[in-house]
């Protein structure tokens, strides 16, 4: 075993009870631990036992077209998080949550909270909400637009920041003989007034174990990737071949420069959903089952609503029809011209892309032995595609037992990933540099 | 032990290491404890020992003139509530959040997370937010208008409910073989287009154990009290002498038929801040303990913000100067008429004043021993002054200990508290009907 090796990141993608969209049909699963807390404390565990670095909830703020045929998400993820934090001491708990649909204000403490109830393991899944379905339960009659909604990301971040810095670390005294609780010159009002939002400050909350949440996005349209050049740590990316996943690796990091910083200070994580089994083919005959038990009426309603256009009454034997052009797209961009791409350069029926489509939304599956999983890991590493991976089970919690019993001793094996965890906190797994409050450098000039 | 008798019920509202404003300079608390979930995990299960109904966090969104001299509240009650949800089996737990600064749909689906992750024990005290510190963190130049910020809650909870009863609670059918997650005629669309929002639904959650959390309402105000016989189920309030507690219980259950409401639907529950000692001396002399450590600067400031006139300046040992009336007051006014009439009714010097709110900001101070405790709260209840009672530990965990293990088996041991847990749900500890939802009898009658 060779310590010396440089080693990735693993983030378990937690959904349901699985990432396939039949996970909840199949017999691997109990369809009704879906609604049990117990069901996601116990994965947090299971993520600790393989030493990952975190667990990840996506998450949407609409049912949408999910009723009759798929399980939807039952929990809202920093409220569900608490609870896992509750039952686990080391895995990391990132959480989705979105820029459009909340206040600043209300969003920084509630990871402020997460971070402190979990003692420094919170992270933060930036989305910007690209379903109309999500709209509509906000005053909204369509998805604001693209470039708005990102603008206003950007400045929600950049407040939010300056909330989790208005306390700077050492400003709570706690001095029971002078009665000073904290030090009102290491708390800063704000003052903020942007082009939205107006927001004096502090935060009510002291700043937390580490500071900020670790900030991770997944967006990869153009300003998806801008966006997480200059604010994110961690991105999660679906990328289906290695080609693919070294020019988008590559085209990220390009990016960093401009915002002063380095390729070391954003982890680029594509996703993988693996089918393990002890033989190739007992891998894919695993991987068929579930795409046998997937619906074909909810599948092309999920798509419909991908690619903004009916399919619910287009044949399933004959080829996509023609599509819009990502310019045209209000939703997400990137993942509409993933599918799109994926179609024609395969030259895909639609039957045949729902069933490509099925293990994890156009995150790439990978049906084989453990060997083979920690092959695909260790090449994908190496050749610059990644800093780390986004472990998507298609089922759970068998997928994810899979994956931390066999996957991960082998990588151990190898010296590609930790054996144990050496940092207390999340951004300490992803080995970012703990970050200071802003404002206390400006303090230190004023008062020298 | 008769069991015939009537029994109350019993909250535990906790508030960092305790409800004196100076309990964090007091040896018997431990002052780090602000900043660590396991001591409020601890509360819980000392809580749950004492066979209590609940226990319950108050909160604002804003520091406030606290920073130097008193211990914020640090965790967000919702997310805080959930890690003790983790960390307990049957105590019911109530997290504060504002109809003023949040979304509906996303606080409806907190709620509803907390409710599925607690197995139905979450309540939400619903709070108009009436400081203007918290309005400046939300775009706003001064407190939004009081009779503005009652109307917004009237809509927002009509508007929750709804958002919670859009899952029928049998909508979750999960049928493996047919592949049908939820029956979408039992999950509804809303289309609500009410004055202030307008929101499609359905609510992203299945309907939780309990359908919707226990609401429970907190202020005294004419509009306040129209609001709880409308929409709560349980009320806390602060009164300081039985016969104040009696007209209070009198009038609030006397609003409730206008509404189509029986006095059992509504628990009203005085607080009470509690020293306790062996001797009724000791038990005073405790008090004086806490007393002597109030910071007058700090209480100056806090009595400035609830009476709306700046007393920083004023001296301690003078009469209150003039003060506005409560229609101009458009913060919290029955908490300004309380402290008003108490300071006129016993001719208090400031410095007196400050000392009488020092436990419980209004609340009723009593110092004794376990049985005068006991005795207290056994005539306010058996005198139609309580359904229950709203206890306040002056220090944390000590006086909640204190409360648990002293008087608590002095009621049981006179009937007028359970020994054991009955019910599963919080909603079933206060022995309230549980609830259907609003659409059910709506799709019998439409199908029949």
Redesign the interface.
């Known amino acids: 075993m060779s310590h010396a090796r440089k080693t990735f990141h693993l983030n378990a993608f937690l959904m349901g009870v699985g990432h396939h969209e039949?996970a909840?049909?199949?017999?691997r699963t109990e369809?009704?631990r879906?609604?049990d807390?117990k069901h996601f404390?116990e994965l947090g565990r299971i993520a600790e036992r393989g030493k990952l670095d975190s667990v990840f909830f996506a998450d949407?703020?609409?049912?949408g077209p999910?009723?009759?045929?798929?399980?939807?998400?039952?929990?809202?993820p920093?409220?569900?998080l608490?609870?896992i934090?509750?039952?686990t001491e080391h895995v990391g708990l990132i959480a989705t949550a979105s820029t459009t649909?909340?206040?600043p204000?209300?969003l920084a403490?509630?990871f402020?909270?997460?971070d402190?109830?979990s003692g420094g393991r919170a992270g933060w899944n930036i989305v910007t909400s690209g379903n109309a379905?999500e709209a509509?339960?906000?005053?909204y009659d369509a998805i604001p637009e693209h470039a708005r909604r990102y603008d206003r990301a950007d400045e929600f971040v950049d407040l939010a920041v300056r909330l989790w810095d208005s306390w700077e670390s050492d400003a709570?005294v706690?001095d029971?003989?002078t009665?000073?609780?904290?030090?009102?010159e290491k708390?800063h009002t704000l003052d903020y007034r942007g082009e939205r939002?107006?927001?004096?400050?502090?935060?009510?909350?002291?700043r937390s174990p580490q500071g900020r949440p670790l900030l991770v996005q997944a967006g990869s349209s153009e300003s998806g990737k801008e966006f997480a050049a200059r604010h994110a740590e961690a991105v999660f990316t679906a990328q289906r071949t290695l080609e693919e996943g070294q020019r988008f690796y590559r085209d990220l990091k390009a990016r960093l420069p401009k915002y002063g910083r380095s390729a070391d200070d954003l982890k680029v994580l594509p996703g993988l959903v693996p089918f393990i089994a002890d033989t190739e083919a007992e891998a894919h005959a695993l991987e068929q089952e579930f795409t046998d038990?997937i619906?074909p009426d909810?599948a092309l309603r999920q798509l419909s609503t991908l690619l903004g256009v009916d399919l619910t009454e287009h044949a399933l034997d004959a080829p996509l029809p023609p599509l819009p052009r990502e310019s045209d797209i209000e939703g997400g961009k990137s993942r509409f011209t993933l599918v799109k791409e994926l179609a024609e350069k395969e030259e895909l029926t639609v039957r045949q892309l729902i069933g490509k489509l099925g293990g994890g939304r156009g995150h790439r599956t990978f049906a084989g032995t453990p060997e083979q999983v920690a092959d695909e890991l260790q090449a994908w590493f190496e050749q610059g595609a990644a800093d780390g991976f986004n472990i998507m089970p298609p089922y759970l919690p068998g997928g994810l037992e899979d994956f931390v019993d066999r996957v991960v001793p082998i990588l151990q094996e190898r010296g590609l990933f930790r054996t144990d965890y050496t940092a207390t906190t999340l951004r300490g797994h992803y080995e970012l540099e703990p970050v200071e409050s802003q404002f206390t450098p400006a303090r230190t000039q004023a008062t020298a």
């Open positions: 039949a909840w049909r199949h017999p369809q009704r879906v609604l807390v404390q949407g703020l609409a049912v999910r009723i009759a045929r798929n399980a939807l998400a039952v929990f809202e920093i409220t569900l608490s609870a934090a509750a039952a649909y909340n206040e204000f209300n403490r509630k402020a909270s997460l402190h109830i379905d509509f339960n906000f005053g709570v706690l029971p003989e009665g000073i609780f904290a030090d009102p708390v939002f107006r927001v004096r400050g502090p935060l009510n909350s002291p038990l619906s909810y």
